[in-house]
């Protein structure tokens, strides 16, 4: 068993690290918030000092925070973790972050001898509290093989994607898809209620037929014909419409910056941007489709 940093003990990590204490690692933990520190404590994570501290002493760090900002913040500098990391330490990225500061975060942990890979992931806290989340990594094939048994304690499926950043890269192409069906299966559903055609006549037909996706099958935007999905609970995320916001942006940035064009991505963005503006930025976001109907 390993002893592994964990930096970024929030809705994600706190879970996250609660499953590799139960796998039986032992987990230096730290963040900025003190309830997160409090919550980490309760679930056996020992706290460390800084980040740097904790980079120090153990042979694999993990970090989930916010955006790409942070974590370049917590791996660069003179109180950077990479500034201090023993080589052939091995720092696993969970962040969801953009693809340009993965790959600056592979770089900095290389020109210290350090092994890294980008290991974003999907299944939200229901999966991370559950140890069920799907992780899609980027970076050496060495790498991968080292974490497959770490992100095994908090995962049930582990995909390489490729090299240094293509975890990022298939997380933000993933939830593109997921951002433009959602949007389409709304639309369809909106145009149903005009047409005077029953939720359930459309779910019936479409579910079998060519229409079929996960955004209709699973995550049913309205309530009814998926007795789980949120639109059965006034659209209580599941996944808030502020992250999907967050990562059609980084798909954004990525398509700009490689020259891909994306005209539906983008205007699933400029969607996402207008049911934030409004204020439902907690809201699940299949709840886009009350935006959709006009109402408030
Ligand atoms: P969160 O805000 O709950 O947690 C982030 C934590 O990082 C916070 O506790 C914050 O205090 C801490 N932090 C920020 N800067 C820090 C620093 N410099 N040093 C130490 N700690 C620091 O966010 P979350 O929901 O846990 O999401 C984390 C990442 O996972 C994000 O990149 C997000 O996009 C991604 N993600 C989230 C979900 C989800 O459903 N919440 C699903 C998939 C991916």
Redesign the pocket.
Known sequence: MAVIGF???????GPMAANLVKAGHQVVG????TA?LDAGRAAGVTIGES?AAIAAACEVVIT????GK?VL??YDGDKGIVAVVKPGTLLID????DVESARKAHALAAARGAASLDA??????GGASAGTLTFMAGGEPDAFERARPILEAMGKKIVHCGGAGAGQAAKICNNMILGVSMIGVCEAFVLAEKLGLSHQALFDVSSTSSGQCWSLTTYCPVPGPVPASPANRDYQPG??AA?ML??LKLAQEAAQGAGAPTPLGAAAAQLYAMMNAAGQGGADFSGIIRMLRGEG
């Open positions: 930096i970024g003990l929030g809705n994600m990590g730290y963040d900025l918030s997160a980040p989930m925070l916010p955006g942070h913040g917590v969970c962040s969801t972050i974003p992931v999907s299944g939200g806290v996944f808030a992250l967050k990562d």
